[in-house]
């Protein structure tokens, strides 16, 4: 029973690819503020998940992720159709 636990945990290149995939739907946002929420988000939720070491907790935490890259997708595409073109203070300052 445990190693098909362990069958379902994600390889490493796995979890990398969804952290690049999060990062890289996060550019997506035009609006400054969820840009960074979203990037911030997706680094801390994959650093808790570096101590994991249950097969089982791991598959969840990535399931998990999965997930929310699907809602950053969704919530990307809402974004861009009613974002406002003025510029953040902080995307000045640049």
């Known amino acids: 029973m445990a190693s098909a636990a362990a069958a379902a945990a994600p390889s490493k290149p796995e979890v ?13 946002f035009r609006d400054y503020n969820v840009r960074e929420y979203t990037k911030r988000r997706a680094l801390d939720g994959f650093r808790h998940g570096q101590g994991l070491a249950d097969p089982s907790a791991i598959a969840a935490a990535f399931a998990d992720g ?11 595409v809402v ?8 510029k953040s ?5 640049r």
Request: charged residues 25%.
């Open 16 to 28: 990398l690819a969804l952290l690049r995939s999060l990062l890289r739907t996060a550019r997506e």
């Open 66 to 76: 999965k997930s929310q890259l699907e809602v950053a997708r969704r919530q990307a």
């Open 79 to 86: 974004y861009s159709l009613y974002a406002p073109e003025v």
């Open 89 to 93: 203070v902080m995307e000045l300052q």
